[in-house]
C-alpha cells in the first residue's frame, strides 16, 4: 500500500498570513495527488486534482505542486473559511489512500 | 441537485451487522464509482472501499482493514449503493461517507455525502 504523509499534523496563521502544508508519498505516484478541505460536521470539499489543477468554484488562493513522491498545498492569503484540516490523498492505485491531515487553526 | 444522502448508521454491537444506503441523485449513477470513506473519531479519513459501474462489471475493492467483514453493493435501478457491515469492532466506530467521482475512470472524490455515524459498542 502507498503511505501518504503530511506535515505539519497542525498549524496556527493568521488571516493573510501564506500557508504551505506538505505531502509525500512512499513511492512514486506520478501526479496522481488530490487535496480536500474538511470542516467539522460538514462533508469533505474537493480542491485540488492530478496535483496542481485546480476544482471548479475554488478560490485562486489555493494552489498545489508536485510530483513523483513530494507535494505541497499552498494557501497564498489565508481567509477566516480556510480555517479546517486538509488531506492530501493519493489516486494512484487500490487501495487508495490518505495522508493524517493538517489542522490549519487560528493564531 | 447533485448529491449523495447516506442513512442507516446507528449503535450496534461488537460481533453484529449494519447495513448502510446511500442515495443519489442529480447525476449519472449507473456510470459512476461509489466508495464509502469513514472518519473515527479524531482521526483523519480512511479509504474503505468501492464498486465501480456495471461496464466493469461492479468491481469492488477494500481496505485491509475490512476484507471479509464489509460488502459494496448498489443498485442502478434505485439510485442506490450500499455497505454491508458484519463481524462490526469497536474501531469501526466512525462517520461513514458515501463519495464519487462521478465517473468511473478516476479516482477522485468530487461528491461527498453529510455522512452518517456508526457505534459500535455493548
Known amino acids: 500500500d502507498i503511505q501518504m504523509t503530511q506535515s505539519p ?23 496522481y495527488l488530490n487535496w480536500y478541505q474538511h470542516k467539522p460536521g460538514k462533508a469533505p470539499k ?4 492530478e496535483a496542481s489543477s485546480l476544482q471548479s468554484g475554488v478560490p485562486s488562493r ?3 505542486s508536485g510530483s513523483g513522491t513530494y507535494f505541497t498545498l499552498t494557501i497564498s492569503s489565508l481567509q477566516p473559511e ?14 487508495l489512500t490518505f495522508g493524517g491531515g493538517t489542522k490549519v487553526e487560528i493564531k | ?5 447516506e442513512s442507516g448508521g446507528h449503535l450496534a ?14 447525476f449519472t ?4 464509482a461509489i466508495h464509502w470513506v469513514r472518519q473515527r473519531s479524531g482521526k483523519g479519513l480512511e479509504w474503505v472501499g468501492r464498486i465501480r459501474s456495471r461496464p466493469a462489471d461492479y468491481a469492488t475493492a477494500y ?27 469497536a474501531e469501526d466506530t466512525a462517520v461513514y461517507y458515501c463519495t464519487s467521482p462521478l465517473s468511473d475512470y478516476v479516482f477522485n472524490f468530487d461528491l461527498w455525502g453529510q455522512g452518517t455515524l456508526v457505534t459500535v459498542s455493548s
Request: charged share 15%; hydrophobic share 35%.
Open chain 2, 1 to 5: 441537485e447533485v448529491q449523495l444522502v
Open chain 2, 13 to 26: 454491537q461488537p460481533g453484529g451487522s449494519l447495513k448502510l444506503s446511500c442515495a443519489a441523485s442529480g
Open chain 2, 29 to 32: 449513477f449507473s456510470g459512476s
Open chain 1, 62 to 64: 489555493f494552489s498545489g
Open chain 2, 63 to 89: 481496505a485491509a482493514s475490512v476484507i471479509g467483514r464489509f460488502t459494496i453493493s448498489r443498485d442502478d435501478s434505485q439510485n442506490m449503493a450500499y455497505l454491508e457491515m458484519s463481524s462490526l469492532k
Open chain 1, 46 to 49: 474537493f480542491l485540488i486534482y
Open chain 1, 9 to 31: 499534523s497542525s498549524l496556527s496563521a493568521s488571516v493573510g498570513d501564506r500557508v504551505t502544508i506538505t505531502c509525500r508519498a512512499s513511492q512514486s505516484i506520478s501526479s
Open chain 1, 82 to 95: 480556510d480555517f479546517a484540516t486538509y488531506y492530501c490523498q493519493q489516486s494512484y492505485s487500490v487501495p
